[in-house]
């Protein structure tokens, strides 16, 4: 079993990566994601091209995933190429502000075809996208907080495990 991590778009989320993969606490491999244009601004995001990189290097192992911001969207559209290999999904700050209605339709797809295997969190109001925005998607945990942060740690293995 593999978990994947996948942030959000600004490279500030590197630490949140490496925060999630520190705190997990089960067996398994750990696979951190760091986006090339957060050290090379030359590459521009695509998450279409993450997709299909993921989907190469996964082979035909289970995973996790958990992801935050436009990480939900990379995790979803895979789960498109890949819905045999999901055990859970964690998705944390879902970016509705931030992305095309078609692209929440594509998370919002996700996560009702993966029904409890996924667990979605969202703080109150994450200037992302607030709990009110995201609420009617499935079964939304709100967290009391006004930030993007993320560092439910305790939860993700709550649910991982």
């Avoid at 509705?96 to 969190?121: A, H, Q, S, T, Y």
Wanted: charged share 25%; with cysteine.
């Amino acid at each position: 079993m593999q978990t994947l991590i996948l942030p959000g778009y600004h490279p500030t989320n590197k630490t949140w990566v490496d925060e999630t993969a520190n705190n997990l606490k089960f067996d398994g491999i750990i696979r951190p994601f760091y986006w090339m244009h957060w050290t090379d601004e030359t590459k521009k995001f695509n998450a279409t091209e993450k997709v299909i990189l993921i989907a190469k290097h996964v082979k035909d192992e289970k995973l996790n995933i958990i992801a935050k911001s436009i990480g939900t969207l990379v995790c979803a559209m895979t789960t498109n190429l890949i819905p045999d290999q999901i055990n859970k999904i964690i998705f944390c700050g879902i970016p509705v502000n931030d992305i095309r209605e078609d692209e929440i339709n594509i998370i919002k797809k996700c996560i009702l075809d993966f029904g409890e295997k996924v667990l979605v969190i969202q703080n109150m109001d994450d200037p992302h996208g607030s709990f009110e925005q995201v609420k009617s998607f499935g079964n939304v945990k709100m967290k009391v907080a006004s930030n993007h942060d993320y560092p439910y740690f305790e939860e993700f293995n709550e649910f991982l495990i």
